[in-house]
């Protein structure tokens, strides 16, 4: 079946020590995205791909680095740079951005981070 | 900047009665698109609805339907015979060629 994996569902990782969160996708999508999303407050865009080997800073990008080396994987380090690391975070992919139809945004389950 | 805001933090509804959950946003583009995501307590995060800004018609999907005022910067998420299963934050979102934004999440609780 086609979808989005994200792995672990669940992290726990102690103060000072980087983690990489894991997000593949089979849909051949050249976007893929990742999110935060702490209580209250939304989704909140960290990093995204259009196309292999390029990549955006969105909102919130500091204490955070990822890679696009290929099409169906985008990982996300969290560094011991990011204060307040623990939080949901999703990952999503969507076909690239063009001018006429949609693009909507197709997520994975999530890995939940704790800091210790 | 553009933004997306929620108004509602919580609602509530009864059992096969209809609930409107509010969202309006704010952007000077003309094409885009808007969502609104479904996230259960499982937490998977699934498309509910959406609209193309350059179609006036409002978009429907069985018991869900969208009540879209371009000039207003409205997009109202319309959920008819409520069921137990919607219970769920909704998340209401706006994309352009550039950027995507998510609301702040309505907090849905469906009483049976």
């Known amino acids: 079946d086609g979808g989005i994996t994200q792995s672990p569902k669940y992290l726990f990782r102690k103060e000072g020590q980087n983690v990489t969160l894991s997000c593949e996708q089979n849909?051949?999508?050249?976007?893929m995205y990742w999110y935060r999303q702490d209580p209250g407050q939304g989704l909140r865009l960290i990093y995204y791909?259009?196309?292999?080997?390029?990549?955006q800073k969105g909102d919130i990008a500091e204490g955070y680095s990822v890679s696009r080396e290929k099409k169906e994987s985008f990982p996300l380090t969290v560094t011991s740079a990011q204060k307040n690391p623990t939080a949901f975070y999703l990952c999503?992919?969507?076909?690239?951005?063009?001018?006429?139809?949609?693009?909507?945004?197709?997520f994975g389950p999530g890995t939940r981070l704790t800091v210790l | 900047a553009q933004t997306v805001t929620q108004s509602q933090p919580e609602m509530s509804v009864q059992e096969a009665e209809t609930v409107t959950l509010s969202c309006t946003y704010d952007?000077?583009?003309?094409?885009?698109?808007l969502f609104w995501y479904k996230q259960p307590p499982s937490r998977q995060m699934i498309l509910v609805i959406r609209?193309?800004?350059?179609?006036?018609q409002n978009a429907t999907e069985n018991r869900f339907s969208v009540n879209f005022q371009k000039a207003a910067k409205s997009f109202s998420l319309k959920i008819s015979d409520s069921q137990l299963g919607d219970t769920a934050m909704y998340f209401c979102?706006?994309?352009?060629?550039?950027?995507?934004?998510f609301g702040a999440g309505t907090r849905l609780t469906v009483k049976p």
């Open positions: 999503a992919s969507s076909d690239r951005h063009r001018l006429a139809g949609y693009n909507e945004q197709f």
């Open positions: 849909l051949n999508h050249d976007a």
């Open positions: 791909s259009q196309i292999v080997n390029d990549f």
């Open positions: 952007t000077s583009e003309n094409n885009y698109y």
């Open positions: 609209q193309e800004a350059y179609k006036q």
């Open positions: 979102a706006f994309m352009t060629r550039s950027d995507m934004r």
